[in-house]
């Protein structure tokens, strides 16, 4: 079912609201530091007062130190969720400074597609023009031959102060599990070097991602800062709208310019150089899924890595991070509700809505409404309803038949799918093709010493002609 222009309009105003909240968000993010002094926080917003910013439209304004004051009291007494303007207050527009922001970007740095600006864009403002528009306008103005843009300043010092202050994360690609092709999420902690998430999969996007990070923030505690690049899954709005609820002050590296990501760069060499460097290409064939690879690596991490002292600390890390405890760990449901989805429905005569397959009954009041259904990726029986930007109850599960998104999909396509499907294995011809190499195979004294070797010189025994006895007997 279509949305009609009237639901167009107010999904379009709930959108920019959000991205407003995000603007604000970010201006007062460092003000809003309960460490700081009454003259601190008083220089700073003096500070972001006296500067031009961006809005979510791309404009560049200005915040007096008076608003700048309301929004850090209304974030200490209500979180993100108070900084959302009322959907109303969000007027539709379409501004002519968009494409010169996309401009901006690509002269700022001339190696983005404009994939990546779009991106950016997205991130930034909540929405962005399409892909194929902003690659015309690039063609038609000819921005193919800019020079690069001057060099920027540093990220921060050179090692964060205390542990939980800055998490630093990347991607590494790494080595063929079964055929397909993994990729390492971590997080390390900038002050210990310890490893506070890290988790292979078949993917490099947001799913994988919050799969690692995630149960770190529950494990581990929330980090002042996380610094990341401006990958695609790094970039994505839904880290930083995860990260504004919880407080986190994301920040990117420059693309092409990724000061400060030297230690988590040296730590994806010790995992090349130490971990990955023994899973040859037969060692790794061996492997039968990801979780024995995490569960190897995990092995790794904790008895190796965390345990020898590092070269540039001279301590180990994990007793160096936890040297800094205990960490406040977020409360379950500030957690969870960080890293919800949600998607749009219209609520049907029946006072239900349907989603990948799902059927939920909502509030009657309802009927015939679009709503926003906001919820866990990978957990479809709880669902929350809102309307209007406000909370509308819970959707209670009518008939399930999808437990996950199709995007949370598990790394094991097959997983979760209980239909009966034909294996073409032919399990009476590979036990007749065992029995004969296991005939042809030579005696293997290396492996004499191990139960496996022992088992195979039983066995070759029991295959010896009757009547053929031991010498010595």
């Known amino acids: 079912m279509g949305m009609s222009k009237a639901e167009e309009e107010e999904q379009a105003r709930l959108e920019r609201a959000r991205a407003t909240g995000l603007f604000r968000y970010m201006l007062i993010r460092d003000a809003a530091d309960p460490a700081l002094s009454s003259r601190q926080r008083g220089k700073m917003v003096r500070e972001i007062a006296a500067r031009e910013h961006a809005d979510p439209a791309g404009r560049p304004v200005r915040v007096t130190r008076w608003t700048l004051d309301v929004w850090i009291r209304?974030?200490?007494?209500?979180?993100?969720?108070?900084?959302?303007?009322?959907?109303?207050?969000?007027?539709?527009?379409?501004?002519?400074?968009?494409?010169?922001?996309?401009?901006?970007?690509?002269?700022?740095?001339?190696?983005?597609?404009?994939?990546?600006?779009?991106?950016?864009?997205?991130?930034?403002?909540?929405?962005?023009p399409d892909e194929t528009t902003i690659r015309r306008m690039?063609?038609?103005?000819?921005?193919?031959?800019?020079?690069?843009?001057?060099?920027?300043?540093?990220?921060?010092?050179?090692?964060?102060?205390?542990?939980?202050?800055?998490?630093?994360?990347?991607?590494?690609?790494?080595?063929?599990?079964?055929?397909?092709?993994?990729?390492?999420?971590?997080?390390?902690?900038?002050?210990s070097r310890a490893v506070m998430a890290a988790r292979f999969?078949?993917?490099?996007?947001?799913?994988?991602?919050?799969?690692?990070l995630r149960p770190a923030l529950a494990s581990r505690g929330v980090p002042e800062h996380v610094y990341v690049d401006n990958g695609s899954a790094f970039a994505d709005a839904w880290l930083l709208r995860a990260c504004a609820r919880l407080g986190i002050k994301l920040v990117h590296s420059r693309p092409g310019r990724p000061e400060g990501r030297g230690k988590i760069e040296r730590f994806f060499r010790t995992v090349r150089d130490q971990f990955l460097v023994e899973l040859t290409e037969a060692r790794a064939a061996q492997?039968?899924?990801?979780?024995?690879?995490?569960?190897?690596?995990?092995?790794?991490?904790?008895?190796?890595?965390?345990?020898?002292?590092?070269?540039?600390?001279?301590?180990?890390?994990?007793?160096?991070?936890?040297?800094?405890g205990p960490f406040p760990l977020p409360a379950a449901a500030d957690?969870?509700?960080?890293?919800?989805?949600?998607?749009?429905?219209?609520?049907?005569?029946?006072?239900?809505?349907s989603m990948h397959?799902?059927?939920?009954?909502?509030?009657?009041?309802?009927?015939?409404?679009?709503?926003?259904?906001?919820?866990?990726?990978?957990?479809?029986?709880?669902?929350?309803?809102?309307?209007?930007g406000k909370d509308a109850g819970t959707a209670t599960p009518h008939h399930i038949t999808r437990h996950a998104h199709p995007k949370a999909?598990?790394?094991?396509?097959?997983?979760?799918d209980s239909s009966p499907r034909a294996t073409g294995i032919d399990y009476l011809a590979l036990l007749g093709e065992q029995h004969d190499r296991q005939r042809?195979?030579?005696?293997?004294?290396?492996?004499?010493?191990?139960?496996?070797?022992?088992?195979?010189?039983?066995?070759?025994?029991?295959?010896?002609?009757?009547?053929?006895?031991?010498?010595?007997?």
């Open 409 to 416: 999909r598990p790394e094991d396509p097959g997983a979760g």
């Open 357 to 388: 397959g799902n059927r939920y009954q909502v509030d009657p009041a309802l009927t015939g409404r679009r709503v926003e259904l906001v919820f866990d990726p990978f957990d479809l029986t709880v669902l929350s309803v809102r309307s209007g």
């Open 201 to 212: 999969g078949f993917a490099e996007d947001t799913v994988r991602l919050a799969a690692a």
């Open 74 to 128: 209304r974030w200490r007494q209500g979180g993100f969720d108070a900084l959302v303007p009322s959907p109303r207050q969000s007027q539709p527009r379409t501004p002519p400074e968009v494409m010169e922001l996309a401009v901006a970007l690509k002269k700022e740095n001339p190696a983005r597609t404009p994939a990546q600006v779009q991106r950016i864009l997205r991130a930034q403002a909540g929405w962005a």
């Open 335 to 353: 957690l969870a509700d960080a890293f919800r989805w949600s998607e749009w429905r219209t609520v049907a005569k029946t006072a239900t809505v």
């Open 440 to 473: 042809e195979l030579p005696v293997n004294y290396a492996a004499l010493i191990s139960p496996a070797g022992q088992e195979q010189e039983q066995d070759q025994q029991d295959e010896q002609p009757a009547g053929k006895e031991d010498s010595h007997g």
């Open 287 to 324: 492997i039968s899924d990801l979780a024995e690879l995490n569960r190897l690596f995990t092995a790794w991490i904790e008895t190796v890595y965390h345990a020898r002292a590092h070269s540039e600390t001279g301590q180990p890390p994990l007793p160096r991070w936890e040297a800094g």
């Open 138 to 191: 690039f063609t038609r103005t000819g921005l193919t031959a800019l020079t690069p843009a001057a060099e920027v300043p540093a990220f921060g010092r050179f090692e964060a102060a205390r542990p939980n202050e800055i998490w630093t994360g990347d991607a590494l690609h790494a080595i063929r599990v079964q055929g397909r092709k993994t990729y390492l999420v971590a997080f390390i902690d900038d002050h």
